[in-house]
């Protein structure tokens, strides 16, 4: 999903500068408003609900050597639909020339759906490696920064070849899929777990 939202940033000013949009430089740099709005509410929404999640997991669990980090992944679900729906408004607006508005939703929504998933996904590695924090967390943004920035690489191609509505939608449609692997770790991540247990502390 990070790939898809870095691959935009890249990418947007090819499709909003020129016609049909023609965005001066000031109503571009203000259009950059939707994916921060969508990045801190997603900020909001992160926190709260992963919150959520767990106080209620905890109270149906009070034994912690019962506890499960798969449960955390719940958290997923939500954004990720919204960032679906996003990519694909997000290119059928510029396929139909759909008002700015659209755009700006559809940017917003998959950044609502990039964050939100991370945190999901970011609290349930955490739990499983609570002693490899750094570690951790280092690979999880190496492969977002690896993922996104490579899209720059054949996203403008892609739009040329399929248009805006065919490029974005596979993107979608990519995303959808790449459920499958929550969907597995929640099922077999604690089978995984015992099989390939954490490494010792570090320190």
Request: glycine fraction near 10%.
């Given at each position: 999903m990070t790939m898809w939202t870095i691959g935009i940033v890249s990418t947007i000013s090819l499709l909003i500068l020129p016609p049909p949009y023609l965005f001066s430089e000031?109503?571009?740099a203000l259009l950059f408003f939707a994916p921060m709005i969508g990045?801190?509410?997603?900020?909001a929404w992160g926190h709260w609900f992963n919150d959520f999640l767990l106080k209620g997991y905890l109270k149906k669990t009070p034994n912690i050597e019962d506890y499960q980090p798969e449960h955390?992944?719940?958290g997923v679900y939500p954004p990720w639909i919204l960032?679906?729906?996003?990519l694909i408004l997000f290119g059928q607006a510029f396929q139909h020339t759909l008002s700015w508005v659209a755009v700006a939703?559809?940017?917003g929504m998959l950044c609502f759906g990039t964050l939100g998933t991370t945190t999901a996904v970011?609290?349930?590695?955490l739990d499983v490696f609570p002693h490899h924090a750094s570690l951790a967390s280092a690979w999880i943004l190496s492969a977002r920064v690896l993922g996104g920035f490579c899209v720059v690489y054949f996203q403008t191609k892609?739009?040329?070849?399929?248009?805006?509505a065919g490029a974005f939608g596979a993107q979608?449609?990519?995303m959808a899929i790449a459920i499958a692997s929550i969907a597995a770790t929640q099922y077999w991540g604690p089978k995984w777990r015992k099989q390939f247990p954490a490494p010792a502390p570090e320190n």
């Amino acid at each position: 999903m990070t790939m898809w939202t870095i691959g935009i940033v890249s990418t947007i000013s090819l499709l909003i500068l020129p016609p049909p949009y023609l965005f001066s430089e000031t109503h571009f740099a203000l259009l950059f408003f939707a994916p921060m709005i969508g990045t801190l509410a997603a900020e909001a929404w992160g926190h709260w609900f992963n919150d959520f999640l767990l106080k209620g997991y905890l109270k149906k669990t009070p034994n912690i050597e019962d506890y499960q980090p798969e449960h955390r992944l719940r958290g997923v679900y939500p954004p990720w639909i919204l960032a679906i729906g996003g990519l694909i408004l997000f290119g059928q607006a510029f396929q139909h020339t759909l008002s700015w508005v659209a755009v700006a939703f559809g940017w917003g929504m998959l950044c609502f759906g990039t964050l939100g998933t991370t945190t999901a996904v970011s609290a349930y590695i955490l739990d499983v490696f609570p002693h490899h924090a750094s570690l951790a967390s280092a690979w999880i943004l190496s492969a977002r920064v690896l993922g996104g920035f490579c899209v720059v690489y054949f996203q403008t191609k892609w739009i040329e070849k399929d248009g805006p509505a065919g490029a974005f939608g596979a993107q979608a449609g990519i995303m959808a899929i790449a459920i499958a692997s929550i969907a597995a770790t929640q099922y077999w991540g604690p089978k995984w777990r015992k099989q390939f247990p954490a490494p010792a502390p570090e320190n």
